[in-house]
């Protein structure tokens, strides 16, 4: 007989049937024994008169074959009548409950017992949705004809300068692992215009916060012939509006699951310039950071909860960061040469995206790394594109980590993230 998985049983009833999976929890009443299966999308439950089945540990692996009945007081109004029941593999108790609808975890021991705790639905629910924003942040770009690329991890200079990058013995030689795929992607715009990469990138900061890992995943976009920054803005909006959509429209039942609250996309979202936002988080929260050419955690949440009081958004823009805390290849306001043409977006009071315009003349770029004191010759090959003629190009990266964090409610990153990295964690 063919195997009938969660998701389909609706299109069986009445059918004679196998299902597999593992056995999430077991209660018996007067020698009938009721299991609730688990498999890779969700769950049933099983009723069974053959009392052996109730001495099976919790996780232990199992095929079951029986007919599938409607049940009014059953989960999903279905069960599985079984007639035979088959374990495949037995297993050790975890520590935690697995059965009910929370964990009752403390986030040590939700990490350290990650390899099985990540099975129970809530924990797959976050990963599922993950899943599906990297989907549709796909689909939408593809519908823009833009071409998905793989970039090199293993990288010759540090993207971004400075310290945070981990060092690695490349066959001899100091190499970096990628602190982000910038300079790829921007040597790729020369031969597809618009590209696009999921992938892993690192950073070895120094933070053990809520907000930060050293390794995470990110979803770089780059376009050609952009007028300004504006037009990568309008680019993510359309690209996050897409994600959004696919998961109130596909990911219901994990939504409900985590207990999310989607976010409503405004037709325009709220913008401010680092100046004004500068000023008004110091007169919200006031901060003595006035001076800083960033804004502080602090900072953001305040901007965060202004722009939801005030224009009922829960993203906003903030466009012209200070040159000096940009990357070298930040185009500068035309006017404003200290300011770049470049943002952030702040999600429910978090930075979520970074982004901008790049300079794309080979002079400008001689004359960026010149004045910011940096040897041209490990950028050699990267500058070689913008020798060869590059076109005015911009582009941006989510976090999704950051974005699952977000959309869900967690209060710490490492929720977010299946086998997260970070200051003192290395396995599982």
Request: hydrophobic share 40%; net charge neutral.
């Amino acid at each position: 007989m063919k195997r009938v998985r969660t998701r389909e049983i609706h299109a069986h009833l009445g059918e004679h049937l196998v299902m597999c999976g593992w056995i999430h929890a077991i209660r018996s009443f007067g020698g009938v024994t009721f299991v609730v299966l688990r498999d890779g999308w969700g769950t049933v439950q099983v009723v069974s008169e053959d009392e052996s089945i109730a001495t099976v540990p919790l996780e232990s692996v199992v095929r079951i074959e029986g007919t599938l009945v409607r049940a009014a007081k059953a989960p999903d109004g279905v069960e599985l009548k079984a007639s035979l029941v088959t374990v495949v593999s037995i297993a050790q108790p975890p520590a935690i409950m697995m059965g009910k609808r929370t964990l009752s975890a403390g986030l040590p021991t939700l990490l350290d017992q990650a390899v099985v705790l990540n099975r129970h639905p809530a924990r797959r629910a976050l990963m599922r949705l993950a899943a599906g924003a990297m989907s549709s942040f796909r689909a939408s770009l593809d519908e823009q004809h833009f071409t998905e690329i793989q970039t090199p991890k293993f990288v010759e200079s540090a993207t971004e300068g400075g310290a945070n990058v981990f060092t690695v013995d490349y066959f001899g030689r100091p190499a970096y692992l990628a602190q982000s795929p910038q300079f790829y992607k921007q040597i790729m715009v020369g031969m597809f215009e618009r590209v696009y990469e999921v992938g892993t990138v690192f950073r070895a900061e120094p933070h053990d916060t809520v907000r930060h890992l050293s390794e995470y995943v990110s979803l770089d976009v780059e376009m050609a012939f952009i007028e300004s920054h504006e037009t990568v803005m309008s680019m993510l909006q359309h690209v996050l509006s897409a994600m959004i959509h696919r998961l109130t429209q596909q990911h219901a039942s994990e939504l409900d699951l985590v207990g999310a609250t989607i976010p409503a996309m405004p037709g325009e979202i709220p913008r401010l310039h680092f100046t004004e936002a500068k000023g008004l988080a110091w007169s919200l929260t006031g901060s003595d950071e006035r001076d800083e050419p960033d804004l502080s955690p602090a900072e953001e949440r305040s901007l965060g909860a202004w722009a939801l009081k005030t224009h009922g958004s829960e993203f906003l823009f903030v466009t012209g960061y200070p040159m000096v805390k940009r990357p070298f290849y930040t185009h500068p306001e035309p006017t404003r040469p200290r300011y770049s043409n470049s943002f952030d977006l702040l999600f429910r009071g978090l930075e979520l995206v970074t982004g901008g315009q790049r300079l794309h003349r080979y002079a400008d770029y001689i004359d960026a790394l010149t004045r910011a004191g940096v040897a041209i010759g490990p950028f050699a090959s990267y500058l070689d594109a913008f020798r060869h003629g590059m076109p005015p190009h911009g582009g941006f990266a989510i976090g999704l980590e950051r974005f699952i964090m977000q959309v869900t409610g967690q209060t710490n990153i490492r929720l977010a993230t299946t086998f997260p990295r970070d200051l003192g964690r290395l396995a599982p």
